[in-house]
């Protein structure tokens, strides 16, 4: 298990007022994503590479809806 509790966690620099957003951190060699509305909820993580696959296909349109 990756603890997470000392983590920085940091939110997209688009985010709206709505508060329906997710966070992300780094700790060691993984990334970990999470709710930002329930910080103690859950922890999604990732490696880098594949959050990093996930980001460049995210920025190329991979999925855009409709």
């Given at each position: ?24 951190a ?28 996930f ?12």
């Open positions: 298990m990756i603890d997470f509790s000392r983590a920085v966690w940091r939110k997209s620099t688009r985010t709206q007022q709505s508060g329906q957003c997710v966070e992300i780094a700790v060691d060699q993984v990334i970990g994503v999470r709710d930002s509305k329930d910080p103690t909820g859950p922890v999604l993580v990732f490696t880098r590479p594949a959050f990093a696959a980001l460049q296909a995210a920025a190329g349109g991979e999925f855009e809806v409709g």
